[in-house]
């Protein structure tokens, strides 16, 4: 079931960094996540109810949107 929330996720287990572009088109990554909480979302039916209550004000993050637009543009 498509997420109205998440667009998308990418997890990279060799920094555990967590990316995921919002619906919105806003994109940001998160530090320090475990594999087992990216592999929950990665699974999970309801994403945006799964990254409220096991990502959202867990994690260290940033706001890579504007990273990701001057990569595009060059």
């Not at 504007?66 to 595009?72: F, G, M, P, S, T």
């Amino acid at each position: 079931m498509p997420s109205t929330v998440i667009a998308q996720s990418s997890y990279d287990a060799k920094t555990a960094r967590l990316t995921i572009t919002f619906t919105t088109g806003r994109v940001y990554q998160y530090y320090g996540v475990p594999p087992s909480v990216a592999a929950g979302l990665r699974f999970a039916t309801f994403k945006g109810q799964f990254f409220n209550t096991q990502i959202r004000d867990r994690y260290d993050f940033r706001e890579v949107t504007a990273l990701q637009e001057n990569r595009i543009a060059r």
